[in-house]
């Protein structure tokens, strides 16, 4: 899929304030800092469009950013920051929730995962919420460039009994440093957004 145009839309905390329209939409999800803004910047080509940071905790709002005029992605904020308040923390997990539950044009959801860690209790928890509510989804191993083929073998194994991962699913290792992974992924969202 070429991307001919990405422009930012709208930022929202419920559902008031999502676009109106019914263009499809595919949103990031995953914890705090695995890197959902950078990835979303390196498949559109255009590195400030998410905003990115070293510190967890940047994207607080759910952000909508329209791809060639024909479908939406979406930054989620990530969970499992520690650094927030618990009251902060209730209100991200019933934003992304509510969004994830109620949101029409959902088409599917990447699960983003870094490729060096074991699944956290709530990676596992989202993944098989997604699974329960069977949403498509697709797992991506991010920050790969951190690994050589050699780790990337033992831990794609971590990750997979960890989930446990679904046969229907992908997992796809990923770097928004190096394009690992790129055409994959792009392949999956256009097959999501084209399905009726
Ligand atoms: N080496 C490497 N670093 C990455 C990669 N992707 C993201 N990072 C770094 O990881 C940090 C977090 O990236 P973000 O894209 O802001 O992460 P996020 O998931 O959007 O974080 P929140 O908005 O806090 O939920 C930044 O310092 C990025 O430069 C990658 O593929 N490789
Ligand atoms: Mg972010």
Not at 23 to 29: D, M
Not at 118 to 146: C, E, F
Request: charge should be positive; proline fraction near 7%.
């Amino acid at each position: 899929m070429k991307i001919v145009s990405a422009e930012f839309v709208t930022s929202a905390v419920k559902p008031g304030g999502y676009p109106p329209g019914n263009l499809p939409e595919v949103a990031f999800v995953g914890r705090s800092n695995v890197g959902k803004s950078s990835l979303i910047n390196k498949l559109v080509n255009r590195k400030g469009l998410a905003r990115t940071s070293k510190t967890p905790g940047r994207t607080q709002l759910i952000n909508f950013f329209k791809i060639n005029d024909a479908f939406i992605l979406v930054d989620l904020p990530g969970y499992g920051f520690a650094r927030v308040p618990g009251e902060v923390k209730e209100k991200w997990g019933k934003m992304i929730e509510g969004y994830l539950k109620h949101r029409e044009p959902l088409k599917g959801v990447a699960l983003l995962l870094d490729c060096r860690h074991t699944p956290t209790a709530q990676d596992r928890q989202m993944y098989q919420w997604l699974l329960h509510y069977g949403v498509p989804a697709v797992v991506v191993a991010t920050k790969i460039d951190k690994l050589s083929n050699n780790q990337w073998a033992k831990q794609q194994s971590v990750i997979k009994k960890a989930l446990p991962l679904a046969p229907e699913h992908k997992l796809i290792p990923f770097s928004a440093e190096t394009g690992r992974g790129k055409e994959e992924v792009l392949a999956v969202l256009e097959g999501w957004v084209h399905s009726e």
